[in-house]
């Protein structure tokens, strides 16, 4: 396929330029268009992605395997329980192996660190599947989506009301890069990370995106075009569930908050706690997009796949 993507990592949306984001996004929309007429897209015949799983996931689970499958290829799917990632053996002694056997590791962790040694020691890419420090495959899915709704990133607002966690740090980092702009309202201590805002605003400088930070939820959503909000709790978090409610009070996204931007998109990267972060009614109502994105999810990441190990 001729892609300067081939072989690389995605363990970070700063692993792309924006042109490599919009060559994913242009490639997704096609096999989406082929795959809508059932026109067969083998590009990764013969190859094969190893799936590792520390934490639960049905998303992406599903996407990468399904993905693998319409584009020939095909998948190991591996919990932790199965393979003891740095318990039974270490991360790098994982990594070499599984470089000799497959062409691609896709993997879901708690620690970004966990990935980062992954990608070191492996002499295959790797991609994140998400992890404590961010989710790359869920903010090309995001982007496909509102470029889908909005034809253009440009001149778009994305209000990201909640935690400053994962999907908020690739969102920030990718979004920026496209010319989005966003604004993110989060209770105070729950802010995104230091060092990724100051990446996310040193693009903006280039792109002309704006990033507004808030702990005021209707400022943020006031006049934006989309409304983004994700789990309170995040994986990996349970212990801190009791505590978060309390702080997050305020933040959920309901009618009312909804009301301060009346045209807006809904967004949720899933799972949902419902009744926490969004509520029944707004997570079902027609402003939701949510099902779009997470069947994008599929079309993404087969452009993706197709782009680090087709060739
Ligand atoms: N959005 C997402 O990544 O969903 P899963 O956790 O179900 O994979
Ligand atoms: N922030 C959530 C995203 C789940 C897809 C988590 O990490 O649990």
């Not at 966990?114 to 599947?129: G, H, K, M, P, S």
């Amino acid at each position: 396929m001729g892609s300067g993507l081939r072989g690389r990592d995605l363990l970070s949306m700063e692993d792309l330029s924006r042109e490599e984001i919009l060559e994913i996004l242009d490639l997704a929309s096609q096999l989406k268009r082929e795959q809508r007429v059932r026109r067969p897209h083998r590009l990764l015949r013969g190859r094969t992605l190893a799936l590792i799983f520390e934490k639960p996931s049905l998303r992406t689970r599903v996407t990468l395997e399904v993905a693998m499958r319409q584009l020939g290829g095909d998948v190991v799917s591996l919990t932790q329980q199965d393979i003891g990632l740095g318990v039974r053996e270490s991360v790098a002694d994982v990594a070499r192996n599984l470089s000799r056997w497959v062409d691609g590791i896709a993997a879901r962790v708690f620690s970004h660190r966990t990935l980062e040694d992954l990608a070191r020691a492996a002499e295959v890419a790797v991609i994140n599947a998400l992890s404590d420090r961010e989710h790359p495959c869920q903010t090309l899915a995001d982007l496909l989506t509102i470029r889908e709704k909005f034809g253009t990133f440009q001149g778009t607002v994305v209000a990201w009301v909640g935690d400053g966690n994962n999907v908020c740090h690739s969102l920030l980092l990718g979004g920026v890069k496209v010319g989005l702009s966003l604004r993110v309202a989060t209770p105070e201590g729950y802010e995104p990370d230091r060092t990724i805002l100051e990446a996310a605003r040193n693009y903006g400088e280039r792109t002309g995106a704006r990033i507004l930070l808030t702990h005021r939820p209707e400022e943020a959503v006031r006049g934006a075009q989309v409304v983004y909000t994700d789990v309170w709790t995040s994986m990996g978090q349970e212990a801190e569930r009791e505590k978060r409610r309390r702080a997050f009070a305020g933040f959920q996204v309901n009618e009312a908050l909804l009301a301060h931007s009346p045209e807006a998109l809904v967004m949720h990267c899933l799972p949902a706690h419902r009744g926490e972060e969004i509520t029944d009614a707004v997570l079902d109502g027609p402003r939701s997009v949510v099902l779009d994105q997470a069947e994008n999810r599929l079309h993404v990441q087969k452009a993706l796949l197709a782009l680090v190990l087709g060739g």
